[in-house]
């Protein structure tokens, strides 16, 4: 029997247990994480399949297609939380924002999550680097934009200031950040080449 034989196998004996008829994770929670091979989503968080939604590419990025996955994962199949998962060495990153640490990437992950409209649930929108040296899953500390009640301030402590606003794709005028769009060349006017493209075919822009 060949190695995909034994895969294929396995998946089949154990995969449909681990959901409902309707693949509804059971911790109604979705990651977003770097394809690397080193990087194992549900392991890092201790849950099995199952368990979760995962969406995964080239650095972890927020891109339109994971926005619109994330929709769907929330609207149709019950989820709320998000986890983002970044890693130390990353070549997604090093090609798609060659200027931004792992740390800077995961809070500019969140902070469009958090801002995104097509998304109901926002709240819970946390970040973690994966040390692929170490092992060690370390969690990215993100404030929210919105500065606290005067009340909860420290008496004397200025505001906090708000992020600035992200631009929207020319397109599907969803908000992206142009540290992390795929497209290369004007970056601030669209979030992906795909999104490019449609606008220059004359596709009317997806609502």
């Known amino acids: 029997m060949s190695e995909m034989d034994l895969f ?36 890092l968080l201790g849950l099995a399949a199952g368990d979760a939604h995962v969406l995964r590419n080239a650095g ?14 929330q609207r149709r199949l019950g989820t709320r939380g ?25 809070r500019s992950a969140v902070r469009i999550l958090r801002a995104a409209p097509d998304l109901p649930h926002r709240d819970d929108v946390r970040g ?14 993100t404030p929210r ?5 005067a009340s909860a301030r420290r008496p004397g402590s200025a505001p906090s200031a708000p992020e600035p606003a992200l631009p929207r794709c020319r397109w599907c005028k969803r908000a992206f950040d142009p540290a992390t ?18 606008a220059r075919s004359g596709r009317p822009a997806q609502r």
């Open 181 to 198: 769009s795929s497209r290369r060349r004007a970056r601030r006017a669209y979030c992906s080449d795909l999104c490019r493209l449609a």
């Open 8 to 43: 294929l196998g396995g998946a089949w004996d154990h995969g449909p247990r681990h959901s409902g008829p309707d693949g509804r994770p059971r911790k109604a929670l979705a990651i977003l994480a770097c394809m690397d091979a080193r990087l194992d989503p549900l392991r």
């Open 60 to 73: 972890g990025v927020v891109t339109s297609d994971v926005l619109e996955g994330l929709a769907m994962s």
């Open 145 to 149: 934009a919105a500065p606290p009640p």
């Open 82 to 106: 998000v986890r983002v998962i970044h890693h130390t060495d990353c070549g997604g990153l090093a090609e798609r924002a060659p200027m931004q640490s792992p740390e800077a990437s995961v």
């Open 128 to 141: 973690y680097v994966l040390d692929v040296e170490s092992g060690s899953l370390a969690e990215v500390l």
